[in-house]
């Protein structure tokens, strides 16, 4: 008995208006396609904007995405990269030892090799896989705030405090004048806003691990009456 035989099934593209078969079109490689873009971490650790980097080190680090470095080991010399950025090599050694000390930066190899690499728990280029092997393989620490990020929020959150005390007062001496007054209404609104910037200011402040002052401590006790 002779074996039946099926057709074989073949999918083509087809021209809905004439019905011809269509060449398939090679697919255009994309930038996403494991380069050309910059992953920027974020969740647990703190943001970038809140260790109150510098122009040079923002610069330093926006050098290493351009040059490669963030799935790569990257050599960076103060001297050729300072007229890059507009600076000086003592300025661009400081922001590369700053960025060190917050982990933004890792260091490949010895102290004195000047070859440096994004930390993967923050910026990476390339595919998922490669990233999961590049963590593994570095184990990254994690990005911590330093002495200089943690005076900057204490100093940002007492300002915000003092702010927002004031315009309280201002909102109660309105209120107290002239009672349901278009002045009232907008020093309440006022005093509402800056309100909830210094509750953000001082947040922030606690996020980072910064030890609080006792006003500080008792503006949030205040605050969340």
């Given at each position: 008995?002779?074996?039946?035989?099926?057709?074989?099934?073949?999918?083509?593209?087809?021209?809905?208006?004439?019905?011809?078969?269509?060449?398939?079109?090679?697919?255009?490689?994309?930038?996403?396609?494991?380069?050309?873009?910059?992953?920027?971490?974020?969740?647990?650790?703190?943001?970038?904007?809140?260790?109150?980097?510098?122009?040079?080190?923002?610069?330093?680090?926006?050098?290493?995405?351009?040059?490669?470095?963030?799935?790569?080991?990257?050599?960076?010399?103060?001297s050729e990269v300072a007229?890059?950025?507009c600076s000086t090599p003592?300025?661009?050694?400081?922001?590369?030892?700053?960025?060190?000390?917050?982990?933004?930066?890792?260091?490949?190899?010895?102290?004195?090799?000047?070859?440096?690499?994004?930390?993967?728990?923050?910026?990476?280029?390339?595919?998922?896989?490669?990233?999961?092997?590049?963590?593994?393989?570095?184990?990254?620490?994690?990005?911590?705030?330093?002495?200089?990020?943690?005076?900057?929020?204490?100093?940002?959150?007492?300002?915000?405090?003092?702010?927002?005390?004031?315009?309280?007062?201002?909102?109660?001496?309105?209120?107290?004048?002239?009672?349901?007054?278009?002045?009232?209404?907008?020093?309440?609104?006022?005093?509402?806003?800056?309100?909830?910037?210094?509750?953000?200011?001082?947040?922030?402040?606690?996020?980072?691990?910064?030890?609080?002052?006792?006003?500080?401590?008792?503006?949030?006790?205040?605050?969340?009456?």
């Amino acid at each position: 008995m002779a074996a039946t035989r099926r057709a074989a099934r073949r999918l083509e593209l087809v021209d809905t208006t004439t019905g011809e078969v269509v060449e398939r079109k090679q697919r255009v490689p994309h930038a996403f396609d494991g380069k050309g873009y910059t992953l920027e971490g974020h969740g647990a650790e703190v943001p970038n904007f809140s260790l109150n980097l510098s122009g040079t080190e923002w610069d330093v680090l926006d050098w290493m995405k351009q040059h490669g470095g963030c799935a790569n080991p990257v050599r960076l010399e103060p001297s050729e990269v300072a007229p890059l950025l507009c600076s000086t090599p003592n300025t661009v050694k400081a922001a590369v030892a700053r960025l060190l000390k917050l982990n933004l930066m890792l260091r490949i190899g010895g102290p004195r090799s000047g070859t440096y690499q994004l930390n993967p728990r923050r910026f990476w280029e390339g595919s998922g896989e490669a990233h999961v092997k590049a963590c593994t393989r570095m184990d990254p620490p994690a990005v911590a705030p330093d002495a200089k990020a943690l005076a900057t929020a204490l100093k940002a959150a007492q300002k915000a405090t003092d702010t927002a005390r004031d315009a309280a007062e201002a909102a109660d001496e309105a209120e107290e004048m002239a009672p349901g007054s278009k002045l009232a209404e907008k020093t309440q609104a006022t005093a509402a806003a800056t309100h909830a910037s210094a509750i953000l200011a001082v947040e922030t402040a606690v996020n980072l691990g910064a030890q609080l002052p006792v006003q500080l401590r008792r503006f949030l006790q205040e605050a969340a009456k």
